[in-house]
Every structure is written in structure tokens, then in C-alpha cells.
């Protein structure tokens, strides 16, 4: 029973208001985390949807071991109470009418009663919400209608586990609690869990694998570090934090610096990018972190970075710490600074900046 | 003669509101979950009472039922005699006409029941008809109250159906509405007055009761144990 792995291969279209949409993803994840990760509107939530049985593909095959779950080509399609797979959705849909503990045994209904209120007891000790068995739901905090919800999918015992975004709303303290917790469950149980995120922190933070999804299709694959420090789509890239997105042309190489020209479109802005392996006959893509960009004040002299700028601020916005300026040299940069920075360089609207950018801040991408 | 019309029509009422409650039940979980097409028909059809005048309604149904209709021909061939002008014919033409009052609040409370809650109890393995008792019924519960309170109370106070179908017959068909229309034509006004008074306190009493339980939380209520 342990260590099963779970394998999908499924294709659903949507037509209608919102555009032809697709999904059409291939993948199997064995025991432990798998994060599924994308932009809202990429297909997450219908994934899970499709192998909890909630929606039917129209075309594949989900399977967990040796047990098909859906399987279009046998015309099976198990309905989701015989599915056993555990599903956390977002709206945790705790029973608004039931105890905790009446929640938690909802789904033991097979068993006696002494070993329903003795599996109850155990999962609620795991996940530290004991005290709250005669609560109901809209009597205790947001962090614990998470563990109960959670408590009430793993006390049946499922042959894999289902996530969206169940943490999403929870401080990171409390966050990293009930993964650690949920960790040490899945050290006994051994099942594949697929957790749904848009959020790239808790990405690294949970993460051995990643599937990154993109527009219903699975954009990229693997370690965390593999997927958001090196993307190879402008997806993964946008998700992963670039800013700023350039469609640039090919101009020239210079093999003997380790660097390459390429000019942003429609300006004569000329960015040195590090020689990269792409085509250069098509168009590629330049990303750049707004926080990997420096500014100065005066023409910045005997440095390393090759890519120096001058140009004019044409807004500046402050966001908690962080302020967010907009330079046009030819380009518009997003650059984000400390408060500290916009003091000290007196960063102001119209205003003249230097701006600095190495070249290994720049991302090269096939467009 | 006040107590013998008062009698029969809580009889009648009891009886029409307990059947609409077991037809009610069905049909509401249907017409707030179904996806047929042609749902928007049974809709229509359950709604038209409401409309319709009463004199209609009994009209039809008291051509339905009567001695030419396949349907009287039957009744009668089995139990003897026609079902117009009986209790038994009451309670069908009260049924057809307190339907929408018993049904529509039963739908509304059921269709406002977050399909995500079906969705997890059906992922915790339950049954369609277990999580229609489970949590369907016990959350639906304030519209099912409401339903069969209002059944109850309309049938109490309704009038042109009675008198289309079952005519005013003393202990069998006179109803309080149709009595108080007696004493008026008797030009008893104190009488009429009494009786009046009498239904109007009582309807009263009944919707009073019915929001006073309705004002607490539900699920607090009517907690499932």
C-alpha cells in the first residue's frame, strides 16, 4: 500500500466565454510533495478537480498503483466517493452544522464506533487540535479550521492527497507547522501529495519536485531551483519574479567576453546578456529582477557591469518597504529600492538616474 | 358549528402540509440540483398556482376529478363513490394549490446550500443519499420549516378552491373561510366576526412562530446530533 505512485495523462477543453482553453498534461508524481505551481487560470484547480472526480476529461487515464481511477479508453470513470483520494479545497467546506470531532468522523462511516473515535483522537493529537472536538467550525481561528479540515481528509486514510492552495491565508509561522506536521504523517502513510500553489515562497519552502503549469500545459519540470532560478518560459519567468520582460533582437556575439548584444525592441537600448544557447534567427526575451537593478545618481564610473544607462524617472510608488520606480532610458525599467536609497539619491518624479545592470541579472530566454 | 368548520380545516391543513411535505422534499432537492433543460417547465407548472386564480384551479380540478375524467372514473370504481364534493377531493385540490408555498422556500434553502460542502462530503466517501441526510436536510432545514408552516397556513385561509371542489357541506367540506362567507351571506356580521377573528389570530400565531425560530442561527437550532 505504501509508496504508490500516481500517474495522469488527461486532455479537457473548455469552450464558450472565456476562450477555447485546454488542459492536456502528462505527468506521475510517487510518495511525497509535489507542487504544482502556476499563475490563477493555468489549469491547477481543474487538475485536481479531474482526479478527485469532481470533473471528468474528456480524453486519458488517471491511475494510482495498479487501480485505474478514470480511463477513457475503457469508458471507466470511478465517482469520487469510491475514488479514496483525500481533497483540500480552498474553501476547507468544513460542515457548518457538525462538531469537529462530528466532522472528522464524517468519512469513517464504515467503521465501529470505539475505532472511529479512536482514529479521530489519534489524527486530531497529530495535529494538535484535541481541545477543539466539541467546537464547531465558525468558533475556532483560521489556522485551525485548516488543521481540522486537514485532519478530516487524512483521517480516512487516502491513497493520495489533494491541495489547493490550503495555506495560502496562514501566517508563515503557522504555515511551516502544519507542513512539518503533515510531513510526519506522510513518513508512515507513504502517499503521492500534489499541493496547488501560486506562490513561489512556498514553493522552496515545501518543495522536492515542482510541475510548473502554464495555460493548461506543463511548462517546465523539477527541483525548485531548477524550475524558478532557471526558467526557460516566460511564464515560470514572470512567476518567478522578473518584472521586467523584454522582446529583444539578436545583434551581435562577442564569445571571448562570454556575452551577446541584444537590442530591446522598438528602442536603442543595446542590453550584454550572457552567451546563451538559443536561436538566433527568432526573437528572444530578456528578463531582469526590478530588484537586481542599481540607480545612481551621477555617471557611475570604473565598473564591472556592462549594461549603464541614463534615464529619467516617470513614477515612483512606495509599497510597504519597498519603493517602486519606473526609469525610461529608451526603455521603461521597473527598479525597486529601499526607502533609504530614495532618500539619499533624492529620487523624484522627472528626475535624471543612472541605472546599472549586470549582465548575469539578465535571464535569456527563447521568446 | 365554528368548532366543527375549525376541526376540519385543521384537519385539512395538517393533513395537505404533512403530504407536501413527503412530495415537497423530492421535488425541491430536484428543482435546485437538476440540470435538465426542461427543468424551467416543472418550475412553471409548480409556480402556477400562485397566479392563477383560485376559481380556475378548483375548475379544473374539479373537472379532473369528476365523473366524466378517467381519473374520477377510476376513484370512483374503487372506492365507491366520486371524489368531488368529498374531504378526499379537498385534500387534492389543497395539495395542487399550496404547492409552490411549500416548495419554492424548500428550493431556495437547498440551492443556497454551498455545492462545495456536497463536493467534500462525496470526497469523504459518502453516498448521494448520505450526504442528502447529512448535510442536504439537516442544512435545508429552515426552508422545510418554512414550507410546510406556510403550506399549513394557506391551506388554512384558502377559499375558492374549496368551494369549486368541495361545495359546503357541514363536517365534510365547510371549511372556516367558506363558513365566514355563509354568515356574511346570512348577514350575521357578529358571528362573522368571531369566526374571522379566529382565523386571523390564528394564522397570526403560526408565521409569528415560525420567524421567531427562524431568527436563530440554524445549524444552531436544528444541529444535527
Keep these: ?187 508512515e502513510q507513504q502517499i503521492p501529495i500534489l499541493y496547488v500553489t501560486h506562490q ?51 545583434v551581435a556575439d562577442h564569445p571571448e567576453q562570454g556575452t551577446m548584444t541584444c537590442r530591446v525592441a522598438r528602442s536603442a537600448v543595446n542590453l550584454e546578456v550572457p552567451l546563451s544557447r538559443i536561436d538566433r534567427a527568432r526573437p528572444v526575451r530578456v528578463g531582469i529582477r526590478a530588484g537586481d537593478i542599481l540607480l545612481a545618481s551621477g555617471e557611475p564610473q570604473g565598473l564591472s557591469a556592462r549594461n549603464v544607462f541614463a534615464g529619467t524617472i516617470t513614477a515612483l510608488e512606495q509599497r510597504d518597504v519597498m519603493v517602486i520606480a519606473r526609469v525610461n532610458c529608451g526603455a521603461e525599467f521597473e527598479v525597486h529600492v529601499t526607502p533609504a536609497a530614495r532618500e539619499a539619491l533624492e529620487l523624484q518624479v522627472g528626475g535624471k538616474v543612472w541605472m546599472v545592470v549586470k549582465t548575469y541579472s539578465c535571464r535569456v530566454m527563447q521568446a | 358549528m365554528i368548532l366543527q368548520a375549525l376541526t376540519l380545516t385543521l384537519r385539512l391543513a395538517l393533513i395537505v402540509s404533512v403530504i407536501l411535505l413527503i412530495v415537497g422534499i423530492p421535488l425541491a432537492y430536484w428543482l435546485a440540483y437538476s440540470r435538465k433543460r426542461w427543468k424551467f417547465f416543472v418550475e412553471a407548472v409548480v409556480c402556477l398556482p ?66 462545495k460542502l456536497l463536493d467534500a462530503s462525496s470526497l469523504l466517501g459518502a453516498s448521494r443519499w448520505r450526504t442528502f441526510c447529512r448535510i442536504v436536510l439537516p442544512l435545508g432545514l429552515p426552508g422545510v420549516l418554512t414550507g410546510f408552516v406556510l403550506s399549513f397556513a394557506h391551506t388554512l385561509g384558502e377559499f375558492g378552491v374549496v368551494l369549486m371542489i368541495g361545495g359546503n357541506i357541514p363536517g365534510t367540506t365547510r371549511t372556516i373561510s367558506i363558513l365566514i362567507f355563509d354568515q356574511v351571506e346570512a348577514l350575521d356580521y357578529a358571528a362573522a366576526n368571531r369566526t374571522a377573528l379566529l382565523l386571523l389570530a390564528l394564522c397570526f400565531a403560526l408565521l409569528a412562530a415560525l420567524y421567531a425560530l427562524r431568527r436563530r442561527a440554524a445549524w444552531n437550532v436544528w444541529g444535527w446530533k
Design chain 1, 1 to 187: 500500500m505504501s509508496g504508490e505512485e500516481i500517474s495522469v495523462r488527461i486532455r479537457k477543453s473548455f469552450g464558450g466565454e472565456r476562450g477555447a482553453f485546454g488542459l492536456d498534461v502528462e505527468f506521475s508524481a510517487a510518495a511525497g510533495f509535489t507542487i504544482l505551481f502556476g499563475a490563477s487560470g493555468a489549469g491547477k484547480t481543474t487538475l485536481l478537480d479531474c482526479i478527485a472526480g469532481l470533473q471528468a476529461p474528456e480524453t486519458g487515464r488517471i491511475a494510482v498503483g495498479a487501480s485505474a481511477l478514470f480511463d477513457s479508453s475503457r469508458g471507466l470513470d470511478v465517482p469520487p466517493n469510491r475514488r479514496a483520494a483525500g481533497y483540500l479545497m480552498q474553501s476547507l467546506a468544513l460542515f457548518p452544522q457538525m462538531t469537529i470531532a462530528q466532522n472528522v468522523q464524517y468519512g469513517l462511516d464504515g467503521l465501529a464506533r470505539s475505532e472511529r473515535q479512536a482514529r479521530c483522537t489519534q489524527i486530531l493529537q497529530a495535529f494538535r487540535i484535541a481541545s477543539l472536538t466539541e467546537r464547531r467550525p465558525r468558533d475556532i481561528s483560521g489556522g485551525e479550521r485548516q488543521r481540522a479540515a486537514l485532519a478530516r481528509t487524512l483521517v480516512t486514510r487516502p491513497r493520495v492527497l489533494l491541495l489547493d492552495e490550503p495555506l495560502t491565508a496562514l501566517d508563515a509561522v503557522t504555515k511551516a507547522q502544519i507542513v512539518d506536521d503533515l510531513r510526519a504523517w506522510n513518513r
Design chain 2, 50 to 115: 400562485i397566479v392563477l386564480p383560485p376559481t380556475v384551479l378548483g375548475f379544473y380540478v374539479l373537472v379532473a376529478i369528476g365523473p366524466l375524467s378517467p381519473v374520477g372514473r377510476w376513484y370512483q370504481a374503487v372506492v365507491g363513490h366520486p371524489l368531488a364534493f368529498t374531504f378526499a377531493g379537498l385534500v387534492v385540490g389543497s395539495v395542487l394549490y399550496s404547492l409552490p408555498f411549500a416548495v419554492q422556500p424548500m428550493e431556495t434553502s437547498f440551492a443556497a446550500i454551498d455545492r
Design chain 1, 200 to 250: 513561489r515562497e512556498e514553493v522552496f519552502a515545501l518543495g522536492e519536485n515542482v510541475i510548473a503549469l502554464d495555460a493548461g500545459r506543463i511548462v517546465a519540470r523539477g527541483s525548485p531551483h531548477e524550475v524558478l532560478q532557471r526558467p526557460q518560459s516566460e511564464t515560470v519567468a514572470q512567476l518567478a519574479g522578473f518584472e521586467n520582460i523584454f522582446d529583444c533582437a539578436f
